[in-house]
């Protein structure tokens, strides 16, 4: 298979590889495996809740409860533990209870038919506001190392939890552009109501990638607790920014449509290294946001420099005939690139 | 490519001309101080009192590489990542204040596991054994019986006084009124603390149930005290607004910026708490004397000399009381008799 990458991947490949270039220079602790590979248990957690997060903004949605979600799981896990269920069949449960969370936020988006950001700015309170009142705020100490490696253990010198981050990365890549689900998911964010029309049913895929979400925050949630020890309501707060700005600094546009999983495991990683590499570089963490911010910024002006020159380049040559192919009406009956998907050079 | 190389190449330059910081020094102790977060004044009130004693070391003749560094606003997972990326250059002392004392255990554990000597000071670590000592800015019981003490030199030790707190369960305030009490009974046997109201943090709730309080016990009230920063400057207000400034004693727990107004025109005399500057000062003779190993972990009857400070003692156990009962801290070094703001002291702080 040969690999093709799109413009925005090559800028953030690039990007990966000056800042690494530059943070080695900067700081001799850097570009060791050992610093490398811890950073990555930060990048997992992040990474894990962002691959659904790509997927759901591909589909010009949103979703803001992902990280009072993992509190809510986390903490179901805990109590359930607390009150004598052993930590496996608890993390299990835990993980349950953040599934049909996802579920609720899914279903209320597409059958009740309240917008993502509305729906998932409300659960972003509830879910983080359940944790809370459950937790009584104060933490839950004490789990077993079996559960505790899950944050803290490795398999030969790779941290699991990125483990289980490029199995996710692998899968999610997969399903995105080999299925037709995958595929239909770039037609919801780029035009919903054709899909409709052409029969598919589009609330359902919906539900299930907010049920999807929800999962895999959870999954993030146990690991999280895992990381700390500490099972507690105030777990990843302010994440749900930093996967957001993961995504979208990994190519996917917010106005739907468009987005590859690659490009999202790109930006976590640029994210993650800079905030590693600059901690070292002895950064200010006030500088580091601001320096993150402004590469978030620029880096999302290359792709639009780039997506205006391609409109010139596609508007140019004479327009074809249309033609109508069950109900669909296709500018290009020889494109079989998914709708929104942009051109790739031979 | 071209566009990458122009990319990569502005960043390089942008990052170089915002970093020629400070170089590393070699063979230099590195000793690493990361606050709840960077941006209040406290803070850097405390590394204001660290730079002054790594200044002091450095006079003697010990090379150190001192680094203060923290979140930008007081977040647990993000102070959890960084102490962590800071583990990994290997530094000999490490001073943290924990924003959160459970999470931050396991990372603290692995500091001090990798031959780090881990010190808290400020926001101790839920479990003493994840570090060395914990520099203790005031106990429960030391605090609480400042206030009374406060209370007795000024309004007499038979005083009737009152206490308007934050939240009914609240920790820490119900534990300072836990000490108050016990200074009471100890030492002063005629003194009577006559009501307990709650302000629940809020101005405006504050300020109200001090009225309450005021108008109550008009005349029969000598002193209130408000172990809360929020309710000090409102009871302050309210015993103002009520005519009885200079009248009855008010004290409390807050902060020099918060009360400097009231101290100034001698409605609060005295405002209770520690000295932040004293308390980073402490940490870094603290971390140097445990990297040195003048201080052992786990041995009792030991001191530490630190500067200006004189000699603390660091204790293996101390007895402190609490609002859930009494409380067994373990290695803590204790900065001392908490601290008096006054109208001829409160203008050299700015926290």
Redesign the interface.
């Known amino acids: 298979m040969r690999i093709r990458l799109l413009w925005r991947e090559?800028?953030l490949?690039?990007?990966l590889?000056?800042?690494g270039?530059?943070l080695a220079l900067?700081?001799d602790?850097f570009f060791?495996p050992?610093?490398l590979l811890?950073?990555t248990r930060?990048a997992a957690e992040i990474g894990l809740v962002a691959l659904p997060m790509t997927m759901i903004i591909i589909s010009r949605g949103i979703d803001l409860s992902v990280a009072s979600n993992m509190a809510l799981s986390a903490m179901t896990m805990g109590l359930l533990w607390q009150r004598g269920v052993p930590v496996w069949p608890a993390a299990a449960l835990g993980i349950a209870a953040g599934t049909l969370a996802g579920w609720l936020n899914g279903w209320v988006i597409a059958r009740v038919r309240v917008p993502a950001i509305v729906v998932t700015l409300a659960t972003l309170a509830v879910y983080r506001g359940v944790a809370t009142g459950l937790s009584g705020g104060t933490?839950i100490?004490g789990f077993p190392d079996s559960f505790?490696a899950l944050g803290?253990g490795t398999v030969a010198g790779v941290p699991i939890q990125t483990i289980i981050w490029i199995a996710g990365i692998a899968a999610g890549a997969v399903f995105l552009t080999r299925t037709a689900v995958g595929r239909y998911i770039y037609g919801i964010g780029h035009n919903e109501t054709a899909l409709r029309f052409s029969g598919i049913d589009v609330d359902r895929i919906v539900l299930g990638l907010y049920t999807a979400s929800g999962f895999v925050s959870a999954l993030a949630g146990m690991i999280y607790a895992a990381?700390?020890?500490?099972a507690?309501s105030?777990?990843?707060?302010?994440?749900e920014l930093t996967v957001i700005t993961a995504v979208v600094l990994g190519g996917t546009s917010l106005t739907g449509g468009e987005g590859t999983i690659l490009g999202t495991m790109l930006g976590v990683l640029i994210i993650t290294i800079l905030?590693?590499g600059l901690?070292?570089?002895?950064?200010?963490?006030?500088?580091q946001?601001v320096?993150i911010g402004t590469?978030l910024v620029?880096a999302v002006l290359?792709y639009r420099e780039r997506a205006g020159r391609k409109e010139v380049f596609v508007i140019a040559p004479p327009q074809p005939e249309l033609h109508h192919v069950g109900g669909r009406v296709l500018t290009d009956p020889g494109n079989d690139l998914a709708v929104g998907e942009e051109r790739r050079n031979p | 490519m071209r566009?990458?190389?122009g990319?990569?190449l502005a960043?390089?330059l942008a990052?170089?001309v915002?970093?020629a910081?400070?170089g590393q020094a070699q063979k230099a102790l590195k000793i690493f101080m990361v606050p709840k977060f960077?941006?209040a004044a406290y803070f850097a009130a405390t590394e204001k009192g660290a730079k002054e004693a790594v200044a002091e070391l450095k006079g003697r003749g010990v090379a150190i590489d001192f680094?203060y560094?923290?979140?930008?606003v007081a977040?647990?997972?993000?102070e959890?990542?960084?102490i962590?990326?800071?583990v990994?250059?290997k530094p000999d002392a490490i001073i943290i204040s924990a924003n959160?004392a459970?999470?931050?255990?396991?990372?603290a554990k692995k500091a001090k596991a990798a031959g780090i000597k881990v010190i808290t000071y400020d926001a101790d670590v839920?479990d003493p054994t994840a570090r060395q000592w914990f520099v203790n800015q005031g106990t429960f019981t030391l605090v609480g019986g400042a206030l009374v003490d406060v209370v007795a030199e000024q309004a007499g030790n038979s005083a009737r006084f009152a206490v308007v707190s934050a939240d009914p369960g609240a920790f820490n305030q119900n534990s300072w009124i836990a000490a108050m009490k016990a200074r009471v009974s100890a030492k002063y046997p005629k003194m009577q603390l006559v009501d307990i109201r709650y302000g629940l943090d809020k101005p405006a709730e504050s300020f109200s149930v001090a009225q309450d309080l005021i108008n109550k016990y008009r005349g029969q009230l000598d002193a209130i005290i408000a172990p809360t920063s929020v309710a000090l400057p409102k009871v302050a207000e309210a015993a103002e607004q009520a005519g009885l400034a200079g009248k009855i004693v008010v004290t409390g727990l807050s902060t020099p910026n918060d009360m400097r107004e009231f101290v100034k025109k001698g409605t609060v005399k005295t405002v209770v708490l520690w000295n932040p500057v004293d308390l980073g000062y402490l940490a870094v003779y603290v971390a140097h004397a445990t990297i040195t190993g003048a201080l052992k972990e786990g041995m009792a009857k030991q001191s530490v000399r630190a500067g200006r400070l004189g000699t603390r003692e660091a204790t293996a156990q101390l007895n402190d009381i609490t609002a859930k009962g009494p409380l067994t801290l373990r290695n803590v070094i204790l900065l001392g008799a908490p601290f008096r703001f006054t109208k001829e002291n409160i203008d050299k702080f700015n926290f």
């Open positions: 090559r800028v490949i690039g990007l590889v000056g800042s270039v530059l900067l700081s602790v060791t050992a610093n811890r950073a930060y933490g100490l505790l803290a990381r700390v020890g500490t507690k105030n777990a990843a707060a302010g994440y905030q590693n901690t070292l570089a002895r950064v200010p963490a006030a500088v946001d320096l590469v620029g290359t | 566009y990458i190389r990319f990569a960043l390089t990052l170089l915002g970093l910081g400070p960077t941006g680094l560094t923290g979140p930008s977040n647990t997972d993000e959890i990542r960084m962590d990326d800071l990994a250059q959160d459970e999470a931050l255990v396991p990372v839920a």
